[in-house]
C-alpha cells in the first residue's frame, strides 16, 4: 500500500460531477490502515498554463480512457483539510460532466491506476448513502451539501 500526503502548498484541482440516474461516480479514499476513509468524484490538479476545463477532460482521459464533455458553470469550493495529522490546502472546482459514450463505464465497479501507478477502485453511489452514518464520507467536505443547494 502506497501512503500519500497533502502537497504542502496550494493546489489547484478540478473534479467531474459524473451522474448515472441519481448517483455518483466517486473513487474510493483508504487511510494509511487500509480502511475506507470516504469517497470523492474523480479529477486531479490543474496544471500550470492549463484552464480546469482541460485539466478535467484530461483526468477523464488518462484515468478511465473515456471523453466527457463539461455541462456547465461549475461550483467552487476552498478545501482546508487534515489527512493522517497532515494539513493539505485545495481551490476546487467541481463540475458537472457527461460522457461522450454513455456506455463507456460499467454499472459495476470500475478499477483504474492514477498516473502515480496506484490502483483505484470507482463506483456509483446515492448522493443520500454519503455523509450518513453508515455511508462513506463524501470528500470535499462541503460538497454534499452544495450539491443539494444546487
Not at 466517486?26 to 480502511?35: E, F, I, K, R
Not at 484515468?63 to 482546508?80: F, H, M, R, S, Y
Not at 452514518?133 to 470528500?139: F, R
Amino acid at each position: 500500500m502506497t501512503i500519500w500526503r497533502p502537497h504542502q502548498g496550494i493546489r489547484v484541482k478540478a473534479i467531474g460531477l459524473l451522474w448515472r440516474e441519481s448517483r455518483l461516480l466517486v473513487a474510493d479514499v483508504y487511510d494509511d490502515s487500509g480502511n475506507l476513509k470516504g469517497v470523492r468524484p474523480l479529477g486531479g490538479t490543474v496544471e500550470f498554463g492549463e484552464t480546469w476545463r482541460d485539466a478535467l477532460i484530461r483526468e477523464f482521459q488518462e484515468e478511465l480512457g473515456v471523453d466527457v464533455q463539461i455541462a456547465k458553470t461549475p461550483l467552487v469550493l476552498e478545501n482546508i483539510y487534515r489527512h493522517e495529522g497532515q494539513l493539505g490546502h485545495e481551490v476546487i472546482f467541481a463540475a458537472d460532466a457527461t460522457l461522450s459514450n454513455p456506455s463507456a463505464l460499467p454499472d459495476t465497479t470500475i478499477t483504474f491506476a492514477e498516473e502515480n501507478g496506484i490502483m483505484c477502485k470507482a463506483k456509483w453511489r446515492a448522493l443520500s448513502e454519503l455523509d450518513t452514518t453508515n455511508g462513506p464520507h463524501l470528500y470535499p467536505t462541503g460538497l454534499k451539501q452544495r450539491l443539494i443547494a444546487v
